[in-house]
């Protein structure tokens, strides 16, 4: 039977284990000897990354084919992605994070997110609305959501990249446990409040099963929990 959806759960590409074709295009374009190194530094070379996952020809021709939801996690940053304020203020000190950041959620923004969204909400997104009516180069557009995007996990307001998508009786609900994390001033959450007030308006109406999605293991027993 065809496949009525794919469901991608986190690491679509790897900015922190880069292959060697890319790291090749590193070296070309900057010294790797200091800030990001042959890791992955900004927007640009993001999408190197979606270039070389999705031009595959059977990656290709499955993802024009078949309607695909995505989450990001670790990976499609840095590995151990916003594990802990202390975390944090270790990247925010490099000189090469913020531009990281930037580009990473930039380009999940561009490349995995909007094909989450059905077309109501598309047309009630503000900043899809901007990009599309800009006139021109949208970077500065994108790049100020995404830090405003990345600062919820130290107490900003942040971005909901949590969605729902039904198919037919089948209600997806994939939460966002990565980039959604309050980590601030002694508060360590998976979601804010007001993230998982939406989550629980999300499963209210009729569905004959609801399925929950996540790129985290979210039930674990106590002592796994405590292990991880």
């Known amino acids: 039977r065809w496949p009525d959806a794919l469901l991608m759960l986190g690491d679509q590409v790897y900015a922190d284990e880069t292959s060697e074709a890319t790291r090749r295009r590193i070296r070309a374009r900057r010294d790797i000897s200091s800030g990001a190194g042959d890791q992955v530094a900004d ?44 975390w944090r203020e270790d990247m925010q ?5 913020q531009s990281r950041i930037e580009g990473g959620l930039a380009s999940y923004w561009v490349y995995q997110h909007l094909g989450n969204l059905s077309p109501t909400e598309l047309a009630e997104d503000e900043l899809y609305q901007k990009v599309r009516t800009c006139g021109g180069d949208a970077e500065a557009l994108l790049r100020a ?12 307001k942040g971005a909901r990249w949590s969605f729902r998508r039904d198919f037919g009786s089948v209600r997806l609900l994939v939460i966002d446990s990565r980039c959604g ?13 007001a ?4 989550i629980v308006e999300q499963t209210s109406g009729a569905c004959d099963h609801l399925l929950v999605g996540t790129s985290l293991p979210w039930l674990l027993p106590r002592t796994l929990h405590e292990i991880e």
């Not at 000190?93 to 994070?97: E, K, P």
């Not at 405003?148 to 130290?154: G, L, S, T, W």
């Open 181 to 193: 994390r309050i980590l601030a001033d002694g508060r360590r959450s998976m979601v804010s409040e």
């Open 195 to 198: 993230e998982f007030d939406w």
């Open 145 to 156: 959501f995404a830090a405003a995007a990345d600062r919820e996990a130290d107490g900003g």
């Open 93 to 97: 000190r490099t000189s090469w994070w």
């Open 43 to 86: 927007f640009e070379e993001y999408t190197w990354l979606y270039l070389e996952s999705w031009t595959d020809p059977d990656v290709r021709w499955l993802l024009s084919n078949v309607p695909t939801a995505m989450i990001f996690d670790d990976h499609d940053v840095r590995d151990d992605w916003n594990t802990s304020h202390a």
